[in-house]
């Protein structure tokens, strides 16, 4: 079991029925949790939820981008720039909470 800081997770993803956390440390890990009990352990952690297969740290967050029909493109701050896309469902509490400060 490798233990990880809340502040070097940069996103939380679901993919075929797992669930994985990015980390700045020890890459991608496994993850036990579902996504909606990770939504409720890490919204205190400065984590929100964007999609319905995300989790992103806003503390990792590089910048929003309008992307079609009303959705989002969030752009990490890690070497790769990673994309993760953002639903329309979740724009509104995003802005909300954070008042787009990173746009």
């Not at 990015?22 to 939820?49: I, Y």
Request: hydrophobic share 40%.
């Amino acid at each position: 079991m490798v233990l990880v800081d809340y502040h070097n997770i940069l996103w939380v993803v679901a993919e075929a029925k797992k669930v994985y956390a990015q980390t700045t440390t020890a890459g991608k890990l496994l993850v036990r949790d579902t996504l909606k009990e990770l939504e409720q352990r890490l919204s205190a952690h400065n984590f929100v939820r964007v999609h319905k297969s995300y989790l992103v740290n806003l503390d990792h967050v590089a910048e929003y981008r309008p992307w079609f029909s009303g959705t989002y493109l969030i752009r990490m701050a890690d070497e790769a720039h990673t994309q993760i896309p953002m639903s329309r469902g979740y724009v509104a509490h995003l802005k909300q909470i954070t008042g787009w400060r990173k746009c």
